[in-house]
């Protein structure tokens, strides 16, 4: 007589989970078969072995960026580093970042937060409060939190990152343990990981769970615009008008659109309109120096671009713009919210960094995700995006678990603002 299959027998079943446990948790505490170099400065690693594996990754893993953080990053970061190796050989560079999170970096200041914040206000909230009611917890980040995007690993060229992600676990526990002087950190998070990379299973293993946020609101551009009026001209004639009325309104109020490449100069201006936005967001886990973006601007030169909206000698608002490779990202902005009642600012700002992506030759823009109502009318659509997260309680694992899939996010609503002989190339890629 043939035997019961695994899943129809619940003993097995059972026996089989508590196998895989129990191989999950002797893999989570052995040496994954790698050697580790971890640094407190980047410019403590060997740089040549650093620049060689992150040559393929994000700008913001460049050693001339990571410099600018250590000196004028945000006052509740500690960067941390760690270059992996398999033998001599350099196969994964890691940028991490020790932030304390209290209340204060959760809750809105104008509302105190609440249902409508992000997801993931909304799994770090609940989750500090069962363990304490006045949150003061430090947070292990791989990531860069002064940004959006795969920022904060790079795998060497050439390599499967599927063999990798195991020392990058151990990377991150090593590097956890060594900081308890800073305080117990309990919860790890991965930031922010899409479609492209591969091989995350293996986070399964070391207890990581997955949290799909709000989405990066992403504008492929066409290979066709070589000018942002070519751009202006793919939309259909709603959108277009909409664009030239914001020109309009602008000019008629003695306003001017313009590059500002003394950023220095302006730092204290600036500062203040990025509070000015910064404060009414519901997650405020870092924020950035008055110094940052002017010596971001320094390190990266070409790279780096700032458009300001000004009326006389005052500045209503801003935008930075970075070119990433392939992409430029719409970075840092801040306006004048009481300006902004009547004229507008933001959506003239987010205008001039396609004008820059288009400009610099870039393939897409990346436009955050946050407001995806005016993102997704420029033509942006959401890419899906999700954070990876673990908790040094066995037993928390099992209540992030619950909370992961009950946590849920703003969707990005549905616009196609080109003409219908332009919709199908834009969508295509």
Same mark, same amino acid.
């Given at each position: 007589?043939? =035997? &019961?299959?695994?899943?129809?027998?619940?003993?097995?079943?059972?026996?089989?989970?508590?196998?895989?446990?129990?191989?999950?948790?002797?893999?989570?505490?052995?040496?994954?078969?790698?050697?580790?170099?971890?640094?407190?400065?980047?410019?403590?690693?060997?740089?040549?072995?650093?620049?060689?594996?992150?040559?393929?990754?994000?700008?913001?893993?460049?050693? &001339?960026?990571?410099?600018?953080?250590?000196?004028?990053?945000?006052?509740?970061?500690?960067?941390?580093?760690?270059?992996?190796?398999?033998?001599?050989?350099?196969?994964?560079?890691?940028?991490?970042?020790?932030?304390?999170?209290?209340?204060? @970096?959760? !809750?809105?200041?104008?509302?105190?937060?609440?249902?409508?914040?992000?997801? !993931?206000?909304?799994?770090?909230?609940?989750?500090?409060?069962?363990?304490?009611?006045?949150? $003061? /917890?430090?947070?292990?980040?791989?990531?860069?939190?002064?940004?959006?995007?795969? @920022?904060?690993?790079?795998?060497?060229?050439? /390599?499967?990152?599927?063999?990798?992600?195991?020392?990058?676990?151990?990377?991150?526990?090593?590097?956890?343990?060594?900081?308890?002087?800073?305080?117990?950190?309990?919860?790890?998070?991965? &930031?922010?990981?899409?479609?492209?990379?591969?091989?995350?299973?293996?986070?399964?293993?070391?207890?990581?769970?997955?949290?799909?946020?709000?989405?990066?609101?992403?504008?492929?551009? @066409?290979?066709?615009? %070589? =000018?942002?009026?070519?751009?202006?001209?793919?939309?259909?004639?709603?959108?277009?008008? $909409?664009?030239?009325?914001?020109? &309009?309104?602008?000019?008629?109020?003695?306003?001017?659109?313009?590059?500002?490449?003394?950023?220095?100069?302006?730092?204290?201006?600036?500062?203040?309109?990025?509070?000015?936005?910064?404060?009414?967001?519901?997650?405020?886990?870092?924020?950035?120096?008055?110094?940052?973006?002017?010596?971001?601007?320094?390190?990266?030169?070409?790279?780096?671009?700032?458009?300001?909206?000004?009326?006389?000698?005052?500045?209503?608002?801003?935008?930075? =713009?970075?070119?990433?490779?392939?992409?430029?990202?719409?970075?840092?902005?801040?306006?004048?919210?009481?300006?902004?009642?009547?004229?507008?600012?933001?959506? %003239?700002?987010?205008?001039?960094?396609?004008?820059?992506?288009?400009?610099?030759?870039?393939?897409?823009?990346?436009?955050?995700?946050?407001?995806? /109502?005016?993102?997704?009318?420029?033509?942006?659509?959401?890419?899906?995006?999700?954070?990876?997260?673990? @908790? %040094?309680?066995?037993?928390?694992?099992?209540?992030?678990?619950?909370?992961?899939?009950?946590?849920?996010?703003?969707?990005?609503?549905?616009?196609?603002?080109?003409?219908?002989?332009?919709?199908?190339?834009?969508?295509?890629?």
């Amino acid at each position: 007589m043939a =035997t &019961k299959s695994t899943s129809r027998n619940p003993l097995k079943r059972v026996a089989t989970t508590l196998r895989e446990l129990r191989e999950r948790h002797e893999e989570r505490h052995r040496p994954s078969g790698f050697d580790f170099a971890l640094a407190d400065r980047v410019d403590f690693l060997n740089g040549a072995a650093w620049d060689a594996v992150t040559a393929r990754g994000s700008q913001f893993l460049q050693r &001339k960026v990571l410099r600018v953080i250590e000196a004028h990053g945000p006052d509740n970061l500690v960067p941390r580093y760690a270059l992996i190796f398999r033998g001599p050989q350099p196969v994964v560079a890691v940028a991490a970042q020790l932030v304390t999170v209290t209340n204060q @970096h959760l !809750l809105k200041e104008e509302s105190g937060g609440g249902r409508n914040g992000s997801s !993931l206000q909304r799994v770090l909230t609940p989750a500090a409060k069962l363990a304490t009611s006045q949150l $003061n /917890e430090p947070l292990l980040v791989a990531g860069n939190l002064m940004s959006w995007g795969f @920022h904060g690993i790079a795998f060497a060229a050439g /390599e499967d990152p599927a063999a990798l992600w195991p020392g990058v676990a151990e990377a991150l526990y090593r590097i956890r343990r060594a900081e308890r002087l800073l305080g117990q950190t309990n919860l790890v998070l991965v &930031k922010d990981l899409t479609e492209r990379e591969q091989g995350l299973e293996a986070l399964r293993r070391f207890s990581y769970r997955p949290m799909e946020t709000e989405p990066n609101m992403v504008l492929a551009l @066409h290979p066709a615009w %070589r =000018t942002y009026d070519d751009y202006l001209a793919a939309l259909d004639a709603k959108y277009r008008r $909409n664009a030239k009325d914001q020109v &309009k309104k602008l000019t008629t109020a003695e306003c001017v659109v313009e590059s500002l490449t003394d950023l220095t100069s302006h730092a204290a201006r600036l500062h203040e309109l990025y509070l000015a936005v910064h404060r009414n967001a519901s997650v405020r886990l870092v924020t950035i120096a008055e110094s940052y973006l002017p010596q971001l601007a320094l390190a990266l030169g070409d790279d780096f671009r700032c458009t300001v909206i000004r009326r006389g000698e005052q500045i209503l608002g801003f935008v930075t =713009t970075i070119r990433d490779g392939g992409t430029a990202i719409a970075y840092y902005i801040g306006f004048d919210r009481a300006a902004a009642e009547g004229l507008p600012i933001y959506l %003239r700002l987010l205008h001039t960094t396609i004008a820059d992506a288009i400009g610099w030759g870039c393939k897409s823009l990346s436009l955050g995700r946050t407001a995806l /109502e005016p993102k997704a009318a420029l033509g942006a659509k959401p890419e899906p995006m999700s954070v990876w997260l673990r @908790h %040094r309680v066995p037993a928390m694992n099992w209540i992030l678990r619950g909370l992961l899939g009950a946590v849920t996010h703003e969707e990005a609503p549905e616009r196609n603002p080109f003409k219908a002989t332009m919709r199908s190339d834009v969508a295509s890629l």
